[in-house]
């Protein structure tokens, strides 16, 4: 375990180094690694500048994407098909939905911000776009970190 702590402090150091020299805000770099049964996503983001991340919502949907997210409802499907992908009938019974219309109208919600999609293989069945389960779980660690909520294992 020293190794890797002494691995991370070198980056660390090469990230401050880095930053001053640029004279940017700062620089990240993460990793990771989810598996579920819609499948299995890897990452490995490195020196992403501060300073770019700090105008997302100039060049993006930014807020398209929290509104869906925002909403209890949303982040409780976004959760459950983070696990599996779900039908609607799924969606209702594990998310506490009373009816289907209501299931819709998040799930056009979230398919518009290209955040799930219909699997092509399963007819009737959603799941997370592949290209955002890294995103997706990156938030989650985000939003932990903010309440504190950060579990060690």
């Known amino acids: 375990m020293d190794k890797a702590l002494n691995n991370i402090e070198m980056q660390l150091d090469a990230l401050k180094t880095k930053t001053k020299k640029e004279g940017t805000t700062g620089f990240i770099t993460y990793y990771g690694l989810f598996a579920s049964e819609g499948g299995q996503s890897n990452w490995i983001s490195d020196q992403i500048n501060t ?5 997302v919502n100039e060049y993006s949907s930014a807020a398209k994407v929290l509104a869906c997210i925002g ?3 949303g982040f409780n499907i976004i959760l459950s098909l983070l696990r599996t992908p779900k039908t609607t009938a799924h969606l209702i019974n594990e998310c506490g939905f009373t ?3 209501q299931v819709y109208h998040h799930l056009n919600l979230l398919l ?3 955040l799930i999609k219909k699997d092509e293989h399963n007819p009737g069945y959603y799941l997370i776009q592949p290209h955002r389960v890294q995103g997706i779980i990156m ?3 985000g939003i932990c970190e903010m309440l504190n ?4 294992v």
Do not use: W
């Not at 300073?51 to 105008?55: E, F, G, R, S, V």
């Not at 909520?149 to 060690?152: A, I, N, P, R, T």
């Open 149 to 152: 909520e950060m579990v060690d």
């Open 112 to 114: 518009t911000a290209d």
């Open 71 to 73: 909403s209890n409802d």
């Open 51 to 55: 300073d770019t991340l700090l105008t």
């Open 99 to 101: 009816d289907a219309k």
């Open 139 to 141: 938030m989650l660690a």
